[in-house]
C-alpha cells in the first residue's frame, strides 16, 4: 500500500517526466503492434495504409524528444532554484534561552497583571532564616523578593502523553528568539522517550503564536513525562509561504525541584536545564501534508 502511494506521488510530483517516458514509448510500442498484427492477422496494417502513416526518421523523432525534455528539465530547475531562494528569503531560524532574569522582570507591576511568577524553594529557606534574624515581618518581605522572578510574556503549551498512568507533571521554561529573515508560526509540539513512546500537542487555531523576526518568545512546556526519559523534543513551524518546518530539541539538566511556579491553581515544578539546544543551526524543512 505504502509503494502504491510513494509511486501515485512521484507521479502527481514529477508528470512532465511521466508524460515524456509515454511518448518515448510510442516507437516501441508501434513495433510490438506490427508485430502481433502480422503474427496473428498476416497483416501489419489492416489495410489502412498504417505503414506510410507512421514510419518516419525516427531519429529526428528522438531527437526533438530530447531538445524538448532538456529544455523542461532547464525550466523546471529553474523554477526549483527561484522557490529555494524565496523561501530562504523568508527562512526562520531559532534559537534557545535559558536564563529567567533574562525573559522577564523582578517587578511585576511594570508590566500587567497576568504574570508567571517563578518561586524558588531555596529563596524561601532564605527568606525564613533573615526572618528569624530580622524579626517576622521584615522576613516575610526579604522572602518575597528573594528568588523570584515574573514573566509576562510567556505561551503555556500543555503536551499530554499517549499512555499516561499518573505520571507527575513538570515543565521546561525556554526563551526561543527569531534570529531568521521571515515569521515562525508555531504549529506543533510533540516529544519522543527514549523508549519510543511520546505525546504530542497540535495547536488549535486559537492557540497558535507568531515568534515575529528579531523576536522572542517565552514558551512554558508542560510534560506528563520524566525529562530524563525524554530523547527530544521536535518543534513544528509555519513561514508566511506556508512551508513547514521542524526543529530538534535536545535537553539537559536536573529534576532538582528548586524552581516552581503556580499555574492552574497548581504548582508545578520547573526542570532546572543546563543546556537546550537545537541540533542542527537551520530547520528541517518538512513536507505539507497531502
Known amino acids: 500500500m505504502k509503494s502504491l502511494k510513494k509511486i501515485s506521488s512521484w507521479i502527481v510530483k514529477d508528470k512532465v517526466i511521466v508524460i515524456f517516458f509515454f511518448v518515448s514509448?510510442?516507437?516501441?510500442?508501434?513495433?510490438?503492434?506490427?508485430?502481433?498484427?502480422?503474427?496473428?492477422?498476416?497483416t501489419e496494417d489492416f489495410g489502412i495504409n498504417l505503414r506510410k502513416t507512421i514510419d518516419f526518421d525516427w531519429l529526428a523523432y528522438y531527437g526533438s524528444i530530447i531538445g524538448s525534455y532538456?529544455?523542461?528539465?532547464t525550466l523546471k530547475n529553474e523554477n526549483t532554484k527561484y522557490r529555494e531562494e524565496k523561501r530562504d528569503s523568508v527562512r526562520p531560524i531559532l534559537n534557545v534561552g535559558l536564563n529567567y532574569e533574562q525573559m522577564g522582570s523582578k517587578d511585576k507591576h511594570k508590566h500587567t497583571s497576568n504574570c508567571l511568577k517563578i518561586d524558588s524553594e531555596q529563596g524561601k529557606k532564605q527568606g525564613k532564616k533573615q526572618g528569624k534574624?530580622?524579626?517576622?515581618?521584615?522576613?516575610?518581605?526579604?522572602g518575597k523578593k528573594q528568588g523570584k522572578n515574573y514573566i509576562?510574556?510567556?505561551?503555556?503549551i500543555k503536551i499530554n502523553k499517549e499512555d499516561a498512568q499518573d505520571e507527575e507533571s513538570i515543565a521546561i521554561l525556554i526563551k526561543i528568539r527569531n534570529i531568521g529573515l521571515g515569521h515562525a508560526l508555531i504549529d506543533k509540539i510533540?516529544?519522543?522517550?527514549?523508549?519510543?513512546?511520546?505525546?504530542?500537542?497540535?495547536?488549535?487555531?486559537?492557540?497558535?503564536f507568531m515568534i515575529d523576526k528579531k523576536t522572542s518568545n517565552n514558551l512554558l512546556l508542560k510534560f506528563d513525562s520524566r525529562i530524563e526519559d525524554i530523547e527530544k523534543i521536535k518543534i513544528f513551524f509555519i513561514d508566511i509561504?506556508?512551508?513547514k518546518y521542524v526543529y530538534d530539541l535536545k535537553l539537559e539538566g536536573i529534576n532538582d525541584k528548586m524552581n516552581?511556579?503556580?499555574?492552574?491553581?497548581?504548582?508545578?515544578?520547573?526542570?532546572?536545564l543546563t543546556k537546550a539546544y537545537f541540533e542542527s543551526y537551520f530547520p528541517e524543512i518538512v513536507e505539507k501534508d497531502s
Open 260 to 272: 516552581f511556579v503556580n499555574i492552574e491553581g497548581k504548582k508545578l515544578h520547573l526542570f532546572s
Open 25 to 42: 514509448f510510442l516507437p516501441i510500442l508501434y513495433a510490438v503492434v506490427k508485430i502481433v498484427l502480422k503474427t496473428h492477422f498476416g
Open 190 to 208: 510533540e516529544y519522543i522517550e527514549k523508549n519510543g513512546s511520546g505525546g504530542n500537542h497540535k495547536l488549535k487555531a486559537e492557540e497558535r
Open 133 to 142: 534574624k530580622q524579626g517576622k515581618k521584615q522576613g516575610k518581605k526579604q
Open 152 to 156: 509576562c510574556q510567556y505561551n503555556y
Open 70 to 73: 532538456l529544455i523542461v528539465y
Open 241 to 243: 509561504l506556508e512551508n
